[in-house]
């Protein structure tokens, strides 16, 4: 992630499929899966699918001419949507900028750093936390409509869990650009309220990230840095 030399400011169950009483099946590309209760088994993903995700994805810095349609966009958020969230309250909200006349608006509040990435990416998707979104909770969590006027009247609260939320649903939105077949580039580095100021004004609409998108060059991805080994992470009890 690229915080350009500046500073950033600033499910629990999405699955309402209904239990079947019967066994259903689902294809698989080489098997047929049982599909028990209305809900398909879990399955460990091939090599190529945990290498498009994870071993092998990087940050992506440069893209190619090739346009992003609205298409790919929206198969994009239909995969980051199911991110879990605290009692299901999905506080991300997702503006994609794919015109000349959105980049131009946006660039001029990244930092320097970052300005050209925008500039250059056929897509964009400005990430932000909507500061209403409790009023949802009736909808989205009925069973827990009473946490709406508990969180109005919590702030603070309220906050926390938005940021926490928001921030699993964020990394949910650079898994999907890549299961969808796009570079994902997440940059930090931003005035955050020069973006809400021209994009969100008379919004509860917060920025909180903003990530490229596109299909990477040859040159977009910088040489492999070293991660942690888990045994100086990872602890057993």
Known sequence: MHHGGRPAAGVVDGDRTT?????????????????QGGR????????AGRASLFTDARTANRFTDEPV???ELAELWELA???????????????????DEGRARLAPHMADGNRARVEGAPAVAVLAVDRRFHDRIPEVM??????RDVLEADPERRQGMAGFSAAMQAGYVVLAARAVG????PLAGFDADGVDAELFAGTS??????????HPDEGS???????????DVVRWA
């Open 81 to 99: 949507r199911w991110a879990p969230t605290s009692a299901n309250t999905q506080p991300l909200r997702v503006l994609f900028v794919r015109t």
């Open 221 to 231: 991805y910088r040489p492999r840095m070293p991660r942690l080994a888990a045994e």
């Open 182 to 185: 796009l570079g994902a580039g």
């Open 142 to 147: 009925p069973p827990m409509a009473g946490l």
């Open 205 to 214: 609409w917060h920025a909180v990230l903003v990530v490229t998108l596109g």
């Open 40 to 47: 398909r088994p879990l399955l460990p993903l091939e090599d």
């Open 19 to 35: 239990p079947s009483t019967r066994a259903e099946t689902m294809t698989h590309p080489t098997t047929t899966v049982p599909r």
């Open 69 to 71: 349609s609205d298409a």
